[in-house]
């Protein structure tokens, strides 16, 4: 029940492509849904996260699209850039107050070819 | 805002030494730490959550007498590696929450690579 299944585990895309990667979760008490970047040697940075009230959220280049009914949520990556790669973690928690634990997904290592 | 700082940034420790790593929050309080483990090519493993005043909460598997967690203040939480072997080389990051300040969401530190030889 606190699983959250991330695919593809990879991921090659050109430059100015569509960077897709997917999400799903089985816990319905999650309420708070991240996305996050990672570098080699850093720590996650929050990229964009979303909450169930809302089935999309953009903010720039980054969109996430979010499915109550089938437990799923994505993230698209547009007009991906050599800087974009890196690897991605969806994650997902329950409750603000309550300094519940973040569940991630198991990561997907995104490269973009110039 | 929101910004928490982790060191050291790396360390390198003889088998058998006790390492401890810092986590502190610059400009807000935080009620709740959390430490995770991550190895190479691979997702964060949460290994404990801190309160504040209390007793941290271990994840199952993780040995709590090897991994000591102190969260004395609202902006200061440590992790101590004791009898370190170079099983126990990995990134370690830790992260706080911000429910306490009445927001969504948790920042990371920049994490800690470990390397016991």
């Known amino acids: 029940q606190q699983q959250v299944k991330q695919s593809p585990q990879s991921l090659i895309v050109q430059k100015g492509g569509i960077s897709i990667i997917n999400c799903a979760y089985e816990n319905t008490a999650f309420d708070y849904f991240p996305w996050y970047q990672q570098f080699p040697g850093k720590g996650p940075a929050l990229l964009i996260a979303?909450?169930?009230?809302?089935s999309e959220k953009k903010e720039g280049r980054f969109t996430i699209s979010f499915n109550k009914s089938a437990k799923q949520f994505s993230l698209h990556i547009m007009d991906s850039q050599p800087g974009d790669s890196a690897t991605y973690f969806c994650?997902?928690?329950?409750?603000?107050?309550?300094?519940?634990?973040?569940?991630f997904g198991t990561g997907t290592r995104l490269a973009v070819r110039p | 805002g929101a910004v928490v700082s982790q060191h050291p940034s790396r360390v390198i420790c003889k088998s058998g030494t006790s390492v401890k790593i810092e986590c502190r929050s610059l400009?807000?309080?935080?009620?709740?730490m959390f430490w995770y483990r991550q190895f190479p090519k691979q997702s964060l493993m949460l290994m404990a959550t801190?309160?504040?005043?209390?007793?941290?909460?271990?994840e199952q598997g993780v040995e709590k007498d090897k991994f000591l967690i102190n969260h004395a203040s609202l902006t200061l939480s440590t992790l101590t590696v004791t009898s370190a072997h170079p099983e126990d080389s990995s990134f370690y990051i830790c992260?706080?929450?911000?429910?306490?300040?009445?927001?969504?969401?948790?920042?990371f530190g920049s994490g800690t690579r470990l390397t016991v030889v």
């Open positions: 801190s309160n504040e005043g209390s007793k941290a909460t271990y």
């Open positions: 994650a997902a928690s329950r409750g603000k107050s309550s300094g519940d634990k973040l569940t």
């Open positions: 979303i909450r169930p009230d809302v």
């Open positions: 992260s706080a929450s911000l429910g306490g300040q009445g927001a969504w969401g948790y920042t």
């Open positions: 400009d807000f309080q935080a009620t709740t």
